[in-house]
């Protein structure tokens, strides 16, 4: 199993940049691929960024590709999720996710859950 802990979010007006950070705790971070996921007030909870267990392929949702940027350092048993150019429409609950099956993490169907930091972009 691993725990997972975000942290980062924060309130930053449009155009602005944030790091999000999420800390993995556990055994063999370093086998589970990751993701980030957001959800807004009154929607549902979307894909936003995911990278192999690797650190060599990466997915983005089209609205954030060429904004945000997803990293890990296997080191620290982190991954980080770079945004930049932030957008109203960027504001939502941010959640790290992880699991350590190929095909869950190639269907976004994730096992591990971190609580979620708010991300807030005025305009």
């Known amino acids: 199993q691993v725990q997972l802990v975000e942290s980062g979010g924060g309130l930053v007006q449009a155009g602005g940049s944030l790091r999000l950070s999420c800390a993995a705790s556990?055994?063999?971070?370093?086998?589970?691929?990751m993701a980030w996921f957001r959800q807004a007030p009154g929607k549902e909870r979307e894909f936003v960024a995911a990278?192999?267990?690797?650190?060599?392929?990466?997915y983005y949702t089209d609205s954030v590709k060429g904004r945000f940027t997803i990293s890990r350092d296997d080191a620290k048993n982190t991954v980080y999720l770079q945004m930049n150019s932030l957008r109203p429409e960027d504001t939502a609950v941010y959640y790290c996710?992880?699991?350590?099956?190929?095909?869950?993490?190639?269907?976004?169907?994730?096992?591990?859950w971190g609580q979620g930091t708010q991300v807030t972009v005025s305009s």
């Open positions: 996710a992880a699991d350590d099956d190929r095909y869950r993490h190639l269907v976004r169907k994730y096992s591990y």
């Open positions: 556990g055994r063999s971070f370093n086998r589970y691929d």
């Open positions: 990278i192999s267990w690797t650190g060599g392929i990466t």
